[in-house]
């Protein structure tokens, strides 16, 4: 099984083993990858509020979109990076966990989704693309977003 | 009756065990108040930001505050509600921890923080309403939202951990 023996490799390193063995490692790296999942959070809720209609409508989606792009950007990069460290210190555990992968999963879903898509749609000329594939698009973007918040939350109980 | 006798009795009742005991009840509650992190940190941050002048600077101040606050409130009462629901079902282990306690001390500065950029600097803010660049004390408050909300945050999730516990 090539995955089991990556994770197993992964969970083995000198990183994974540093983790592990130290008390205050895994809540710091944890708690950045809160933190990081607030501004994502607020950079999401932005401007998918904006496309249903909700945010501030007085502002062209495509704006906005370049406005909280390098925040969207910015701590998705925290996140992937505290996650793969979070990762090291327990993949053989993850292995097992069916969240893990539904997270992983519709992680990967997200991310394509927001920078094809979801771009697309932010950045188009309103007069040609109406509103409605604006709210799809929103909707799409949150649902997807949100399995991967409560996957996460989810491999905690365990 | 001491804050301690009050927290021994609140976990004695029967909600309260009914709570700490649920296989469903409290992951859920506790899963609700973390992922609300998303709805009501997310956008202070965002309004943190822009009085910053670090986002969305070319949308009015006022128009991000307007357009953000009524989801910042409604994500604050689920926060507050799941968050008292937490406390309710281990409150004497909750009210001895230290971490617990930094973040309440945290929370209550947050909200001084709040109630003197309304009193102060927002008052005027139809004058700088537009500006990339906000001045000094809307920045200044923004930036101390900004460093309370990560203590408030980090002191959050290390609740789990009873490393500097007071005895009981």
């Keep these: 099984m ?16 540093a983790i592990r063995a130290s008390r205050w490692l895994f809540p710091a790296i944890e708690s950045v990858h809160l933190l990081a999942l607030a501004v994502i959070g607020g950079a999401v809720l932005v401007m998918n509020l904006r496309l249903l209609g909700f945010g501030m409508k007085r502002q062209p989606v495509a704006q906005l979109w370049r406005d909280t792009w390098p925040w969207m950007v910015g701590s998705l990069a925290v996140m992937l990076i505290s996650g793969m460290l979070l990762f090291t210190s327990e993949a053989i555990k993850l292995y097992y966990h069916e969240a893990f992968w539904v997270k992983m999963s519709s992680l990967l879903l997200a991310m394509i989704f927001t920078f094809t898509v979801m771009r697309k749609v932010a950045l188009a000329d309103p007069a040609r693309v109406g509103p409605v594939w604006g709210r799809a698009a929103a909707l799409i973007s949150l649902l997807l977003w949100s399995t991967v918040g409560v996957c996460g939350r989810w491999i905690g109980f365990s | 009756m001491s804050l301690l006798e009050f927290c021994q009795w609140l976990g004695n009742t029967q909600g ?17 108040h973390v992922l609300t992190l998303c709805l009501f940190l997310g956008l202070t941050v965002m309004l943190d930001l822009r009085l910053l002048g670090a986002a969305m600077v070319r ?8 357009r953000l606050l ?10 507050v ?6 406390f309710y079902a281990i409150p ?16 209550i500065l947050s909200g001084v923080n709040v109630a003197i950029f309304q009193r102060t600097i927002s ?22 939202s900004l460093v309370l909300w990560a203590g408030i945050v980090v002191a959050g999730r290390m609740i789990a951990y009873n490393w500097f516990d007071k005895n009981s």
């Design chain 2, 70 to 79: 009524p989801w910042t409130i409604v994500g604050f009462v689920v926060m």
């Design chain 2, 92 to 107: 004497v282990k909750t009210y001895l921890n230290i971490f617990f306690r930094v973040k309440l001390a945290f929370l």
């Design chain 2, 59 to 66: 949308t009015p101040a006022s128009e991000v505050e307007g």
């Design chain 2, 16 to 32: 309260s065990i009914a709570l700490h005991e649920s296989i469903w009840a409290y992951p859920i509650v506790e899963s609700v």
């Design chain 2, 123 to 144: 008052r005027s803010m139809d004058q700088w309403d537009t500006d990339r660049m906000p001045p000094f004390r809307a920045r200044l408050a923004g930036g101390i």
């Design chain 2, 81 to 86: 509600v799941t968050g008292a629901l937490l």
């Design chain 1, 2 to 17: 090539p995955v089991l023996s990556f994770f197993t490799w992964c969970e083995n390193t000198s990183l994974g083993e």
